[in-house]
């Protein structure tokens, strides 16, 4: 396949462009702000979405950090009682019909002091331990005045952020081994990646039942670029069978049909415990027991989703035992935990380096969603193929983590030509570049303004070695 170069430009990056890109992030965050969060994108998504509240908060910790906290502090009072954090919190003032499924759908009962239909009953990657700490970071570099407001909300947020954790590393430990189980696509955040092809293909998928709603998404996207409805059919399914189940994590992998972990998501999961071994020491509590959590995720990440034949991380079909066959972005994340092996640190690299996943050097882009060589590699479609900004910014943190600043810092400038060329889009198409689904997406421009800003992400040596 002929990968087009992005724009090879040889004219150097003028301060003038650097401040323009910044003030069209900030921007983008400020538009999409809503009373007490930011919506991913004001047409497509217009409610307060889980991990995309984490990366928000890191690009709003420069601009904004009242925002910053606020936007982690509305997520964090929609927690459940059992610790799960919600994969979206619904904003009571937009109407039912403006997404699909809406809170009507999910019909969640009323808890604690929050009214019934206020969230969904799915979870999303727990990326907020790790963007409380980098807002933390950033508040702290910058003088007293924040560092007490910063430490007052750590202080708040960290009971919440490790019942999440307890939440997702014990009820939804489906496996046995220390990993989150997810039981719905949209739980890992690479909703329609083709990972999920071959335990998604024993869902039923009733379009009947798909018939009696509306999709949302296709009135205000291309459906050439979101899941089919097959896909959306089978969505549905899992929805209903888990709502009837009350949302209850008991025997998922006898009742459910769709449980899987995925190497992205318990990445992640892993990443959270080492944020948490930091925002412990801040707050007064134990960060060994923290520590102690990672290393245990990292080797059941090692001894569960590893696949020696292809010397990637695959998802792994809680229900049948088998690992996907699919080479998925996903499979790269776990290189953000500092307690790889290096043998698998150098089998990442080498991965992401490769024809499949071709890191700047090769193509001039950040990694696509999925495999290039792949016969399916679609360049249009939602996770299948094209470039999210999100994943190549946590493939960056790794990259730098485990020493490789020439690669990380490729990735770096890549990541910014990108949507200095194309603007803030959702994602974008890894040919050519261009951007692809919602113009003013929150993440892309959150995590362009750290990148703008450019604060290596390392986690100190002696942690490091905690992990080994
Ligand atoms: C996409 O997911 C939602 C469902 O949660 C959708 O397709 O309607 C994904 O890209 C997900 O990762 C993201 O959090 C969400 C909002 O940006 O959109």
Redesign the pocket.
């Known amino acids: 396949m002929d990968h087009t170069r992005s724009d090879p430009t040889t004219s150097p990056v003028t301060l003038e462009m650097t401040a323009e890109l910044w003030k069209s992030a900030a921007n983008v965050l400020s538009i999409n702000w809503i009373n007490d969060h930011t919506v ?2 004001r047409l ?2 217009p409610h307060q ?4 509240t984490a990366f928000i908060a890191i690009g709003l910790a420069y601009v904004n950090p009242a925002h910053a906290w606020r936007d982690l502090r509305s997520l964090f009072e929609a927690q459940w009682p059992d610790g799960r954090v919600p ?2 919190v619904f904003d009571p003032s937009v109407a039912e019909g403006d ?1 699909f499924p809406g809170p009507a759908f999910w019909d969640v009962p009323a808890y604690g002091s929050r009214p019934a239909r206020g969230s969904t009953g799915l979870v ?1 990657p727990p990326m907020h331990a790790i963007a409380a700490w980098e807002v933390y970071r950033r508040a702290t570099s910058h003088g007293a005045a924040g560092a007490q407001q910063a430490i007052d909300e750590l202080t708040w947020l960290y009971p919440r952020l490790v019942k999440q954790q307890e939440y997702l590393s014990v009820r939804r430990d489906a496996g046995g081994a220390g990993l989150a189980s997810l039981v719905h696509p ?1 739980e890992s ?3 329609n990646s083709p990972s999920w092809d071959a335990a998604l293909s024993a869902v039923p998928a009733d379009m009947r039942l798909l018939s009696r709603y509306k999709r949302r ?1 296709l009135e205000v996207a291309d459906a050439a670029h ?2 089919t409805d097959v896909d959306y059919a089978r969505y549905v399914h899992l929805v209903v069978a888990y709502k009837e189940s009350g949302y209850s994590d008991t025997q998922l992998a006898r009742h459910h049909d769709f449980v899987v972990e995925c190497p992205s998501f318990n990445a992640i999961l892993g990443a959270a415990e080492m944020a948490l071994a930091r925002i412990a020491a801040v707050v007064g509590a134990d960060p060994e027991v923290h520590l102690v959590r990672a290393r245990r995720i990292t080797s059941a990440i090692v001894d569960r989703l590893w696949d020696p034949a292809s010397r990637t991380f695959r998802v792994r079909d809680v229900r049948t035992g088998t690992l996907s066959p699919a080479r998925c972005v996903s499979g790269l994340m776990p290189l953000i935990l500092p307690g790889l092996p290096a043998e698998h640190v150098a089998a990442i690299v080498a991965e992401a380096e490769s024809e499949r996943f071709g890191l700047p050097a090769q193509t001039g882009l950040p990694a696509p969603s999925y495999d290039r060589t792949a016969a399916n590699f679609d360049t249009l479609r ?2 299948r193929g094209p470039i999210w900004v999100n994943v190549n910014w946590l493939l960056r943190r790794g990259l730098q983590q485990h020493g490789y600043p020439r690669q990380a810092d490729e990735l770096r400038t890549a990541m910014l030509d990108l949507v200095r060329r194309s603007g803030h889009y ?1 994602y974008f198409h890894p040919d050519t570049g261009e951007g692809i689904g919602a113009p003013t ?1 929150s ?1 892309t421009a959150a995590l362009t303004l750290d990148m703008l800003a450019d604060r290596p992400a390392t986690v100190p040596a002696a942690l490091i070695s905690a992990q080994r």
Do not use: A, K, T
Not at 49 to 52: I, R
């Open positions: 991913p994108s497509l998504y979405w889980s991990w995309d994969h979206i997404y999303q949209w955040g690479v909703d998404d979101r899941p939602y996770w959702e997406f993440w």
